[in-house]
């Protein structure tokens, strides 16, 4: 496979139920990203990895719990969500933090929680 | 804060027409400016980026943008659309110097008639 790859690209979850999306970059970038898109708001930062160490936490509640084992993968755990946390989460990756780095986007994990 | 106002939510246009998607920023530091596309059901892809030197920029698929800093504006354009350009536009931000952090637009849904 190539660029970036997310799974599962749907999900509908209960509120107490406990998943996780999983990214995985065959690029050898060094950055990885977690973006929430909610219909009619611009792309939201979640977090932040660079050499699997978290630089950027956007001030996101604790049931999102993301993990970062190597620099080719990057998960987000998901426990006890609200409905209000159904949207598209997007995973990107870029060589490095440097502000001109173009971040290279998968596709994305639908996700609805009821 | 860097911040992004795409100031047309919509955009129909007919095919072959010219179209011009707005774009303006907010910041007192220099930045970086993106224009990313999102096609149905497909992640971000960028189109074309401002880092520095001549204003006009070229990207893919026949696109153009300009960035005017007296304006702070950096709006895309392309001569003649196609079916195939109907999509989900992005314009960003991301400061030079600073918070590491790519900011995004609201989006602009163009949707080309034939």
């Known amino acids: 496979e190539t660029g970036v790859t997310q799974t599962p690209r749907h999900l509908v979850m209960g509120m107490t139920n406990k998943k996780s999306l999983k990214c995985e970059q065959h690029?050898?970038?060094?950055?990885m990203y977690w973006y929430k898109q909610s219909a009619k708001k611009p792309l939201e930062l979640m977090f932040v990895y660079s050499l699997e160490e978290r630089v950027e936490n956007n001030s996101v509640p604790s049931r999102f719990s993301p993990e970062c084992p190597n620099s080719s993968h990057l998960f987000l755990h998901l426990h006890t969500l609200q409905p209000e946390d159904s949207a598209l989460y997007l995973c990107a990756s870029s060589i490095g933090l440097a502000g001109r780095e173009t971040q290279y986007f998968g596709p994305g994990t639908r996700l609805l929680v009821l | 804060a860097q911040s992004v106002t795409q100031l047309d939510s919509q955009v129909p246009v007919f095919e072959e027409a010219p179209v011009e998607l707005r774009c303006n920023y907010s910041s007192s530091v220099s930045v970086y400016l993106f224009w990313y596309v999102q096609y149905p059901n497909q992640g971000l892809q960028l189109l074309l980026k401002y880092l520095s030197g001549s204003t006009l920029v070229k990207g893919i698929n026949g696109f153009e943008a300009e960035f005017n800093k007296s304006q702070t504006s950096f709006h895309l354009r392309k001569p003649s659309v196609h079916i195939s350009d109907t999509a989900e536009y992005f314009c960003a931000v991301h400061l030079v110097q600073g918070a590491q952090k790519l900011v995004f637009g609201q989006g602009t849904r163009l949707t080309i008639n034939p």
């Open positions: 690029l050898g970038h060094n950055a």
